[in-house]
């Protein structure tokens, strides 16, 4: 079965950096888009980015544009969030999910706090 | 981009009871590109709803979605004990950004 599972949030200071995993299973990977969605503390969903499954197409949101960086490895059916600059605003759960007529699965989440 | 308002922002209704929910776009959606999911405290949102009017997989019958252009509602027959949660529209498969509406809760009166 489909099965997205994240990993790399933590607390982080003003200013840092992190990295975000989504391992992906139960589906040919390099066949979808793929999203990173975002929910800030009692907020609605944000959408951040998606990249193509042959990594060629990439968009962002304007709020992450220029200091995070999606990227793939359909080898290892991975995805990717390198985050840098990163701002209190940033704090949030961080989804990745698949794109099939919307967002079909989900991961569970990974918390990222940015806070000193 | 597209500003996608939910309205309302709470709905208290009754077990077995009807639920309308409706997104307004801010602009046409592209080739009706229109989800809608389903969160419940703690968890990932869950896919009902795509291409504005079609059931995800393993969707029950009672959820619905019908609109066009930049109106769109989705109906939730017969409120079960289950469905009560926050649900969320999204415009998707445009030009980016994709956007997301704020959110109806669905509460229990």
């Known amino acids: 079965q489909v099965q997205l599972v994240e990993s790399g949030g933590g607390l982080v200071k003003p200013g840092g950096s992190l990295r975000l995993y989504c391992a992906a299973s139960?589906?040919?990977?390099?066949?979808?888009?793929m999203s990173w969605i975002r929910q800030g503390p009692e907020k609605g969903l944000e959408w951040i980015s998606y990249?193509?499954?042959?990594?060629?197409?990439?968009y962002y949101a304007d709020s992450v544009k220029g200091r995070f960086t999606i990227s793939r490895d359909n080898a290892n059916n991975s995805l990717y969030l390198q985050m840098n600059s990163l701002r209190g605003e940033d704090t949030a759960v961080y989804y990745c999910a698949r794109d099939y007529g919307g967002r079909d699965y989900w991961g569970q989440g990974t918390l990222v706090t940015v806070s000193s | 981009e597209i500003v996608l308002t939910q309205s309302p922002g709470t709905l208290s209704l009754s077990p077995g009871e009807r639920a309308t929910l409706s997104c307004r776009a801010s602009?046409?959606?592209?080739?009706?590109?229109l989800a809608w999911y389903q969160q419940k405290p703690g968890q990932a949102p869950r896919l009902l709803i795509y291409?504005?009017?079609s059931r995800a997989t393993g969707i029950p019958d009672r959820f619905s979605g019908s609109g066009s252009g930049t109106d769109f509602t989705l109906t939730i027959s017969r409120l079960e004990p289950e469905d009560f949660a926050v649900y969320y529209c999204q415009q998707y498969g445009g030009s980016p950004p994709e956007t997301f509406g704020q959110g109806t809760k669905v509460e229990i009166k």
């Open positions: 291409g504005a009017s």
């Open positions: 139960g589906f040919r990977f390099s066949d979808y888009y």
């Open positions: 602009r046409s959606v592209t080739s009706n590109y």
């Open positions: 990249i193509s499954g042959s990594g060629d197409t990439i």
